[in-house]
Protein backbone atom coordinates (compact mmCIF):
# COMPACT_ATOMS: atom_id res chain seq x y z
CA UNK A 1 0.00 0.00 0.00
CA UNK A 2 1.27 3.41 -0.64
CA UNK A 3 1.66 5.99 1.37
CA UNK A 4 -1.13 8.48 0.38
CA UNK A 5 -3.97 5.91 0.53
CA UNK A 6 -3.08 5.66 4.26
CA UNK A 7 -5.74 6.22 6.53
CA UNK A 8 -4.62 8.91 8.34
CA UNK A 9 -5.71 7.94 11.83
CA UNK A 10 -3.27 4.76 11.28
CA UNK A 11 -0.14 6.58 10.50
CA UNK A 12 2.88 6.18 8.18
CA UNK A 13 6.57 6.94 8.94
CA UNK A 14 8.59 9.32 6.70
CA UNK A 15 12.10 7.24 6.58
CA UNK A 16 15.72 8.87 5.84
CA UNK A 17 15.22 12.25 5.61
CA UNK A 18 17.85 15.57 6.88
CA UNK A 19 15.50 17.05 9.26
CA UNK A 20 16.03 20.54 10.09
CA UNK A 21 13.47 22.26 12.90
CA UNK A 22 14.17 25.59 14.18
CA UNK A 23 14.06 25.39 18.19
CA UNK A 24 13.55 27.97 21.06
CA UNK A 25 16.72 27.55 22.50
CA UNK A 26 19.12 24.96 19.87
CA UNK A 27 17.53 23.71 16.48
CA UNK A 28 17.15 20.06 15.63
CA UNK A 29 19.19 19.13 12.98
CA UNK A 30 19.05 15.11 12.16
CA UNK A 31 21.30 14.15 9.11
CA UNK A 32 18.72 10.66 8.74
CA UNK A 33 15.98 10.54 10.64
CA UNK A 34 12.05 9.22 10.81
CA UNK A 35 9.17 11.41 11.55
CA UNK A 36 6.38 9.25 12.75
CA UNK A 37 2.98 10.70 12.04
CA UNK A 38 -0.40 9.47 13.35
CA UNK A 39 -4.21 10.57 13.60
CA UNK A 40 -2.34 13.73 11.86
CA UNK A 41 0.33 14.34 14.54
CA UNK A 42 3.65 13.68 14.90
CA UNK A 43 4.03 10.56 17.26
CA UNK A 44 7.94 9.98 17.22
CA UNK A 45 11.20 11.40 15.73
CA UNK A 46 14.59 10.43 16.00
CA UNK A 47 17.37 9.04 14.51
CA UNK A 48 16.65 6.59 11.78
CA UNK A 49 18.05 3.72 13.10
CA UNK A 50 16.64 4.28 16.71
CA UNK A 51 12.70 3.90 14.80
CA UNK A 52 11.14 1.84 17.33
CA UNK A 53 10.06 -1.51 16.41
CA UNK A 54 6.25 -1.07 16.91
CA UNK A 55 6.31 1.90 14.02
CA UNK A 56 8.33 -0.69 11.81
CA UNK A 57 4.76 -2.20 10.51
CA UNK A 58 3.47 1.23 9.35
CA UNK A 59 3.62 2.92 5.57
CA UNK A 60 6.50 3.87 4.49
CA UNK A 61 7.85 6.90 3.01
CA UNK A 62 11.64 6.93 2.09
CA UNK A 63 13.03 10.76 1.46
CA UNK A 64 16.20 9.54 -0.11
CA UNK A 65 18.50 11.76 2.66
CA UNK A 66 15.81 15.44 0.93
CA UNK A 67 15.75 18.14 3.47
CA UNK A 68 13.14 17.94 5.48
CA UNK A 69 11.61 21.17 7.63
CA UNK A 70 8.26 22.09 9.19
CA UNK A 71 5.65 23.35 7.11
CA UNK A 72 6.30 26.72 6.14
CA UNK A 73 4.16 29.78 7.81
CA UNK A 74 2.75 32.74 6.23
CA UNK A 75 1.54 34.62 9.22
CA UNK A 76 0.77 38.44 7.84
CA UNK A 77 -1.02 37.86 4.30
CA UNK A 78 -3.90 40.33 2.30
CA UNK A 79 -4.67 38.12 -0.40
CA UNK A 80 -8.57 38.60 -0.44
CA UNK A 81 -8.25 41.66 -2.64
CA UNK A 82 -9.44 42.38 -6.56
CA UNK A 83 -7.66 44.25 -8.65
CA UNK A 84 -4.21 45.64 -9.91
CA UNK A 85 -2.13 48.49 -8.96
CA UNK A 86 0.16 47.77 -11.12
CA UNK A 87 0.13 51.50 -12.03
CA UNK A 88 0.91 53.00 -9.12
CA UNK A 89 4.35 50.35 -9.30
CA UNK A 90 5.27 52.41 -12.28
CA UNK A 91 4.43 55.41 -10.03
CA UNK A 92 6.29 54.18 -7.17
CA UNK A 93 9.23 53.78 -9.79
CA UNK A 94 9.37 57.26 -11.04
CA UNK A 95 9.73 58.32 -7.21
CA UNK A 96 6.34 59.05 -6.06
CA UNK A 97 6.00 58.10 -2.12
CA UNK A 98 3.23 55.92 -1.30
CA UNK A 99 2.14 58.29 1.05
CA UNK A 100 1.50 60.62 -1.81
CA UNK A 101 -0.62 58.21 -3.79
CA UNK A 102 -2.79 57.20 -1.00
CA UNK A 103 -3.25 61.04 -0.69
CA UNK A 104 -4.71 61.07 -3.83
CA UNK A 105 -7.16 58.53 -3.99
CA UNK A 106 -4.54 55.40 -4.97
CA UNK A 107 -2.92 53.30 -2.44
CA UNK A 108 -5.06 50.94 -0.27
CA UNK A 109 -8.48 52.95 -1.44
CA UNK A 110 -7.80 51.49 -4.96
CA UNK A 111 -8.42 47.90 -4.16
CA UNK A 112 -10.94 48.61 -1.68
CA UNK A 113 -12.93 49.98 -4.61
CA UNK A 114 -11.93 46.86 -6.81
CA UNK A 115 -12.88 44.71 -3.79
CA UNK A 116 -16.06 45.88 -2.86
CA UNK A 117 -17.05 45.75 -6.41
CA UNK A 118 -16.34 41.97 -6.72
CA UNK A 119 -18.29 39.48 -5.82
CA UNK A 120 -17.71 37.27 -3.27
CA UNK A 121 -16.86 33.98 -5.57
CA UNK A 122 -14.94 36.48 -7.49
CA UNK A 123 -12.78 37.48 -4.84
CA UNK A 124 -12.62 33.55 -4.05
CA UNK A 125 -11.02 32.50 -7.30
CA UNK A 126 -8.95 35.14 -7.06
CA UNK A 127 -7.74 34.35 -3.30
CA UNK A 128 -7.23 30.56 -4.38
CA UNK A 129 -4.80 31.44 -6.81
CA UNK A 130 -2.62 32.67 -4.90
CA UNK A 131 -3.22 30.39 -1.84
CA UNK A 132 -2.16 27.47 -4.97
CA UNK A 133 1.23 29.26 -5.43
CA UNK A 134 1.40 29.29 -1.40
CA UNK A 135 0.71 25.68 -1.04
CA UNK A 136 3.73 25.15 -3.85
CA UNK A 137 6.25 27.05 -1.96
CA UNK A 138 5.37 24.57 0.84
CA UNK A 139 3.26 26.75 3.12
CA UNK A 140 1.27 24.90 5.41
CA UNK A 141 -0.98 27.52 7.84
CA UNK A 142 -1.70 31.06 6.35
CA UNK A 143 -3.06 34.15 8.23
CA UNK A 144 -5.61 36.59 6.18
CA UNK A 145 -6.91 39.75 6.55
CA UNK A 146 -9.77 41.43 5.71
CA UNK A 147 -9.45 45.26 5.52
CA UNK A 148 -10.48 45.78 1.96
CA UNK A 149 -14.25 46.40 2.81
CA UNK A 150 -14.24 49.11 5.45
CA UNK A 151 -18.06 48.09 5.68
CA UNK A 152 -19.93 45.60 7.96
CA UNK A 153 -21.33 44.22 4.51
CA UNK A 154 -17.88 44.06 2.55
CA UNK A 155 -15.52 43.08 5.70
CA UNK A 156 -18.14 39.84 6.10
CA UNK A 157 -17.68 39.18 2.67
CA UNK A 158 -13.91 39.27 2.70
CA UNK A 159 -14.13 37.21 6.08
CA UNK A 160 -16.74 34.80 4.42
CA UNK A 161 -14.08 34.09 1.87
CA UNK A 162 -11.57 33.79 3.79
CA UNK A 163 -13.66 30.41 5.81
CA UNK A 164 -14.31 29.39 2.31
CA UNK A 165 -10.67 29.13 1.28
CA UNK A 166 -10.56 27.06 4.65
CA UNK A 167 -13.06 24.53 3.08
CA UNK A 168 -11.42 24.22 0.17
CA UNK A 169 -8.06 23.22 0.54
CA UNK A 170 -5.67 21.71 2.73
CA UNK A 171 -4.23 23.92 4.94
CA UNK A 172 -4.66 26.01 8.44
CA UNK A 173 -6.07 29.35 8.50
CA UNK A 174 -6.22 32.12 10.89
CA UNK A 175 -8.74 34.72 9.66
CA UNK A 176 -8.19 38.68 10.58
CA UNK A 177 -10.46 41.39 10.96
CA UNK A 178 -8.28 44.51 9.90
CA UNK A 179 -10.77 46.99 11.03
CA UNK A 180 -8.47 49.75 11.34
CA UNK A 181 -6.90 49.78 7.41
CA UNK A 182 -8.07 52.91 5.80
CA UNK A 183 -10.81 55.93 7.10
CA UNK A 184 -14.02 54.41 5.14
CA UNK A 185 -15.52 57.17 1.99
CA UNK A 186 -18.62 57.09 4.36
CA UNK A 187 -16.72 58.60 6.85
CA UNK A 188 -14.96 60.77 5.20
CA UNK A 189 -13.49 63.47 8.20
CA UNK A 190 -15.19 61.76 10.88
CA UNK A 191 -11.95 59.07 12.04
CA UNK A 192 -13.25 58.82 15.71
CA UNK A 193 -17.26 58.11 14.09
CA UNK A 194 -15.74 55.26 11.81
CA UNK A 195 -13.51 54.16 15.26
CA UNK A 196 -17.10 53.71 16.92
CA UNK A 197 -18.12 51.94 14.10
CA UNK A 198 -15.26 49.24 13.96
CA UNK A 199 -15.79 48.92 17.66
CA UNK A 200 -19.51 48.91 18.05
CA UNK A 201 -20.77 46.93 14.82
CA UNK A 202 -17.37 45.20 12.80
CA UNK A 203 -15.93 43.76 15.64
CA UNK A 204 -18.94 42.42 17.79
CA UNK A 205 -20.54 41.01 14.34
CA UNK A 206 -17.36 39.24 13.10
CA UNK A 207 -17.11 37.88 16.41
CA UNK A 208 -20.82 36.73 16.79
CA UNK A 209 -20.09 35.22 13.13
CA UNK A 210 -17.23 33.52 14.41
CA UNK A 211 -15.29 34.87 10.91
CA UNK A 212 -11.93 36.18 12.53
CA UNK A 213 -9.54 34.97 15.37
CA UNK A 214 -8.13 38.53 15.66
CA UNK A 215 -8.29 42.24 15.18
CA UNK A 216 -5.63 44.26 13.69
CA UNK A 217 -4.81 48.31 12.57
CA UNK A 218 -2.76 50.08 10.87
CA UNK A 219 -1.11 52.66 13.54
CA UNK A 220 0.60 55.64 10.76
CA UNK A 221 0.25 58.94 10.13
CA UNK A 222 -1.46 58.18 7.28
CA UNK A 223 -3.67 56.03 8.62
CA UNK A 224 -5.00 55.85 12.88
CA UNK A 225 -3.54 56.67 15.66
CA UNK A 226 -2.42 55.07 18.73
CA UNK A 227 -5.12 56.66 20.83
CA UNK A 228 -8.22 54.93 17.97
CA UNK A 229 -5.85 52.13 18.01
CA UNK A 230 -6.21 51.59 21.65
CA UNK A 231 -10.03 51.74 21.57
CA UNK A 232 -10.01 49.44 18.79
CA UNK A 233 -7.71 47.16 21.18
CA UNK A 234 -10.27 47.33 24.19
CA UNK A 235 -13.45 46.16 22.15
CA UNK A 236 -11.33 42.98 20.57
CA UNK A 237 -10.11 42.05 23.64
CA UNK A 238 -13.60 42.04 25.05
CA UNK A 239 -14.61 40.04 22.69
CA UNK A 240 -12.47 37.13 22.87
CA UNK A 241 -10.13 38.22 19.84
CA UNK A 242 -6.49 38.43 19.56
CA UNK A 243 -4.86 41.84 18.56
CA UNK A 244 -2.08 42.66 15.94
CA UNK A 245 -0.86 45.39 14.76
CA UNK A 246 0.71 47.21 11.29
CA UNK A 247 3.14 49.74 13.47
CA UNK A 248 6.55 51.95 12.52
CA UNK A 249 5.99 50.93 9.07
CA UNK A 250 6.47 54.72 7.65
CA UNK A 251 7.03 56.83 11.12
CA UNK A 252 7.45 56.39 14.85
CA UNK A 253 3.95 56.38 16.62
CA UNK A 254 4.67 54.08 19.21
CA UNK A 255 2.43 51.85 18.21
CA UNK A 256 4.41 48.35 19.05
CA UNK A 257 4.52 49.00 22.47
CA UNK A 258 1.28 50.41 23.18
CA UNK A 259 0.65 46.57 21.40
CA UNK A 260 2.57 44.98 23.55
CA UNK A 261 1.56 46.61 27.10
CA UNK A 262 -2.19 45.14 25.34
CA UNK A 263 -0.92 41.52 24.78
CA UNK A 264 -0.78 41.56 21.13
CA UNK A 265 0.62 38.51 19.10
CA UNK A 266 2.42 40.47 17.20
CA UNK A 267 3.50 43.68 15.22
CA UNK A 268 4.45 43.89 12.05
CA UNK A 269 6.60 46.01 9.52
CA UNK A 270 8.89 48.26 12.14
CA UNK A 271 11.28 49.49 10.20
CA UNK A 272 11.08 52.97 12.51
CA UNK A 273 10.69 50.98 16.03
CA UNK A 274 13.02 52.67 18.65
CA UNK A 275 15.15 51.36 21.50
CA UNK A 276 11.73 51.85 23.73
CA UNK A 277 9.79 49.89 21.48
CA UNK A 278 12.42 47.00 21.52
CA UNK A 279 12.07 46.99 25.32
CA UNK A 280 9.11 46.57 25.19
CA UNK A 281 8.53 43.55 23.29
CA UNK A 282 11.35 42.38 25.33
CA UNK A 283 9.29 42.58 28.40
CA UNK A 284 6.65 40.96 26.08
CA UNK A 285 5.60 37.85 24.34
CA UNK A 286 4.63 39.55 21.27
CA UNK A 287 6.42 38.32 18.70
CA UNK A 288 8.10 41.03 15.70
CA UNK A 289 7.04 39.98 12.19
CA UNK A 290 9.23 41.41 9.34
CA UNK A 291 7.94 42.05 5.86
CA UNK A 292 10.81 42.74 3.82
CA UNK A 293 8.61 42.68 0.30
CA UNK A 294 7.18 45.88 1.26
CA UNK A 295 10.21 47.01 2.37
CA UNK A 296 11.88 46.11 -1.13
CA UNK A 297 8.09 47.53 -3.19
CA UNK A 298 8.52 50.74 -1.49
CA UNK A 299 12.20 51.26 -2.24
CA UNK A 300 12.65 51.87 1.70
CA UNK A 301 16.15 52.70 3.18
CA UNK A 302 15.11 52.57 6.69
CA UNK A 303 16.25 49.06 8.01
CA UNK A 304 13.75 47.33 10.77
CA UNK A 305 16.20 46.78 13.50
CA UNK A 306 16.31 43.26 13.53
CA UNK A 307 19.94 42.72 14.88
CA UNK A 308 18.64 44.59 18.45
CA UNK A 309 15.23 42.88 18.51
CA UNK A 310 17.11 39.41 18.25
CA UNK A 311 19.37 40.31 20.87
CA UNK A 312 16.86 41.49 23.14
CA UNK A 313 15.49 37.83 22.94
CA UNK A 314 12.15 38.65 21.14
CA UNK A 315 10.82 36.21 18.62
CA UNK A 316 11.23 37.64 14.90
CA UNK A 317 9.02 36.08 12.24
CA UNK A 318 8.79 36.74 8.52
CA UNK A 319 5.97 37.09 6.31
CA UNK A 320 4.86 37.79 2.36
CA UNK A 321 2.43 40.80 3.17
CA UNK A 322 1.01 39.22 0.20
CA UNK A 323 -1.11 42.29 -1.07
CA UNK A 324 -1.77 43.99 -4.57
CA UNK A 325 -0.07 47.27 -3.47
CA UNK A 326 3.22 46.95 -1.45
CA UNK A 327 3.87 42.87 -1.99
CA UNK A 328 2.94 41.61 -5.29
CA UNK A 329 4.55 37.98 -4.27
CA UNK A 330 2.95 35.09 -3.23
CA UNK A 331 6.47 33.10 -2.43
CA UNK A 332 7.53 33.00 0.83
CA UNK A 333 10.55 31.54 -0.30
CA UNK A 334 11.49 35.03 -1.49
CA UNK A 335 10.22 36.65 1.43
CA UNK A 336 12.98 34.66 3.33
CA UNK A 337 16.07 35.45 0.76
CA UNK A 338 14.88 39.23 0.88
CA UNK A 339 14.80 39.03 4.27
CA UNK A 340 18.83 38.02 4.85
CA UNK A 341 19.47 39.75 1.42
CA UNK A 342 17.52 43.33 2.76
CA UNK A 343 17.53 42.60 6.46
CA UNK A 344 20.71 40.88 6.99
CA UNK A 345 18.66 37.93 9.14
CA UNK A 346 20.69 34.77 8.89
CA UNK A 347 19.24 31.94 6.53
CA UNK A 348 18.86 29.89 9.95
CA UNK A 349 16.87 32.75 11.61
CA UNK A 350 14.65 33.41 8.23
CA UNK A 351 13.44 29.69 8.46
CA UNK A 352 12.64 30.12 12.21
CA UNK A 353 10.83 33.32 11.23
CA UNK A 354 8.70 31.44 8.94
CA UNK A 355 7.85 28.40 10.68
CA UNK A 356 8.33 28.30 14.97
CA UNK A 357 8.15 32.33 15.18
CA UNK A 358 5.37 32.63 12.44
CA UNK A 359 3.42 30.07 14.58
CA UNK A 360 3.87 32.75 17.57
CA UNK A 361 2.72 35.42 15.86
CA UNK A 362 -0.71 33.58 15.44
CA UNK A 363 -0.75 32.38 18.82
CA UNK A 364 0.02 28.59 17.43
CA UNK A 365 3.45 27.92 18.87
CA UNK A 366 2.42 25.06 20.37
CA UNK A 367 0.50 23.61 17.96
CA UNK A 368 2.82 23.94 14.58
CA UNK A 369 6.02 25.65 13.80
CA UNK A 370 8.58 22.58 14.78
CA UNK A 371 8.60 18.85 14.24
CA UNK A 372 7.96 17.72 17.67
CA UNK A 373 6.18 15.17 19.12
CA UNK A 374 2.37 16.04 19.58
CA UNK A 375 2.63 18.57 17.42
CA UNK A 376 0.39 18.91 13.99
CA UNK A 377 1.89 17.00 11.42
CA UNK A 378 2.50 19.71 8.75
CA UNK A 379 5.32 19.16 6.91
CA UNK A 380 7.44 19.90 3.58
CA UNK A 381 10.02 17.91 1.67
CA UNK A 382 12.52 19.65 -0.15
CA UNK A 383 14.88 18.49 -3.37
CA UNK A 384 17.48 20.27 -1.27
CA UNK A 385 20.58 19.27 1.04
CA UNK A 386 20.79 21.83 3.14
CA UNK A 387 18.51 24.39 5.36
CA UNK A 388 20.46 27.04 4.28
CA UNK A 389 19.29 26.54 0.45
CA UNK A 390 15.95 27.75 1.27
CA UNK A 391 16.72 31.43 1.77
CA UNK A 392 19.56 31.05 -0.38
CA UNK A 393 18.19 30.46 -4.00
CA UNK A 394 16.57 33.61 -4.97
CA UNK A 395 13.19 32.85 -6.80
CA UNK A 396 13.77 29.02 -7.12
CA UNK A 397 11.12 26.87 -5.22
CA UNK A 398 12.08 23.22 -4.84
CA UNK A 399 9.24 21.24 -2.77
CA UNK A 400 9.50 17.59 -3.35
CA UNK A 401 5.89 16.98 -1.09
CA UNK A 402 3.37 18.97 1.40
CA UNK A 403 2.42 17.05 4.17
CA UNK A 404 -0.80 18.44 6.09
CA UNK A 405 -1.80 16.85 9.17
CA UNK A 406 0.18 13.94 8.51
CA UNK A 407 -1.42 13.73 4.65
CA UNK A 408 0.91 14.16 1.56
CA UNK A 409 -1.15 16.21 -0.42
CA UNK A 410 -0.01 15.82 -4.33
CA UNK A 411 -2.92 17.15 -6.13
CA UNK A 412 -2.29 20.83 -5.90
CA UNK A 413 -5.06 22.46 -8.01
CA UNK A 414 -3.56 24.21 -11.07
CA UNK A 415 -4.46 27.69 -11.10
CA UNK A 416 -8.28 27.96 -13.06
CA UNK A 417 -7.73 29.84 -16.40
CA UNK A 418 -11.13 31.13 -16.54
CA UNK A 419 -10.43 32.82 -13.17
CA UNK A 420 -11.02 36.68 -13.40
CA UNK A 421 -7.99 38.91 -13.16
O1 LIG B 1 0.85 45.68 5.29
N1 LIG B 1 0.46 48.90 5.68
C1 LIG B 1 -0.72 48.76 5.40
N2 LIG B 1 -1.25 47.68 4.85
C2 LIG B 1 -0.60 46.85 3.91
C3 LIG B 1 -0.60 47.48 2.56
C4 LIG B 1 -1.89 47.33 1.96
C5 LIG B 1 -1.98 48.00 0.62
O2 LIG B 1 -1.16 48.86 0.25
O3 LIG B 1 -2.95 47.62 -0.05
C6 LIG B 1 0.77 46.44 4.34
O4 LIG B 1 1.80 46.81 3.76
FE1 LIG C 1 0.00 44.20 5.91
Known sequence: MTEEQ?????????RHAHLYSPGTAASLHLRDAAVVMSAGRIDWCGADDRLPQRYQQLPQYDCGGRLLTPGLIDCHTHIVAAGTRADEFAQLLHGVEYSDIAANGGGIMSTVHATRAATEDELLQLALQRVDDMLACGVTTLEIKSGY??????????LRVIARIRAARPLRIKATLLALHKLAP?????????????????????????????????????????????RLFAAATAHGLDIKLHAEQLSNQHGAALAARHGALSVDHLEYLDNAGI???????????????????LRETRLPPVTQLLQAGVPVAVATDSNP??????????????????????????????????AR?????????????????????????????????????????????????????????????
Open 6 to 14: VDPASGSVL
Open 279 to 297: AALAASNTVAVMLPAAFYT
Open 325 to 358: GTAPLTSILLAMNMACTLFRMTPEQALAGTTLNA
Open 149 to 158: GLTLEHELKQ
Open 361 to 421: ALGLGTETGSIEVGKWADLALWNLDHPEELSYLVGVNRLHRRYHAGQYEPAIPSNDRTAPR
Open 186 to 230: EFAGRADDYVDYSCDELIPAVAQAGLAEAVDAYCEHIAFSPAQVE
